[in-house]
């Protein structure tokens, strides 16, 4: 079946960096896109960014546009998500979550087919 497993949240100080990994199994990896997606307490879920199967398009939401860089390594059937200066305002459950390529909005979590099971990450003010 298939599976995604975030790794990488951890606790930072504002301004910090962190890198997120996705790691899918049980799929052939370059035909689907995968979304990065946070939640944080009380707070609905939210798109962070997305890469198509091919790396070739990427999207993000306006808050992370500079700070974030999502990238993926097909041969490792991987994905990443570098963050770098980090707000305490980014500090959220991380999900990763996936999406056969070319079907539906690369935004909404409910047009994502496979998630994870979320990574923490913490940024200290």
């Known amino acids: 079946q298939v599976q995604l497993v975030e790794s990488g949240g951890d606790l930072v100080q504002a301004g910090g960096s962190l890198r997120l990994s996705c790691a899918a199994s049980?799929?052939?990896?370059?035909?689907?896109?995968v979304g990065w997606f946070r939640q944080a307490p009380g707070k609905e879920r939210e798109f962070v960014a997305s890469?198509?199967?091919?790396?070739?398009?990427?999207f993000y939401a306006d808050s992370v546009k500079g700070r974030f860089t999502i990238s993926r390594d097909n041969a490792k059937n991987t994905v990443y998500l570098q963050m770098n200066s980090l707000k305490p305002e980014d500090t959220a459950v991380y999900y990763c979550a996936a999406k056969f390529d070319s079907t539906g909005s690369y935004y909404h979590p409910p047009t994502y087919n496979y998630w994870g099971q979320g990574t923490q990450v913490t940024v200290s003010s």
């Open positions: 890469i198509r199967g091919s790396g070739g398009n990427t």
């Open positions: 049980g799929l052939t990896f370059s035909n689907y896109a």
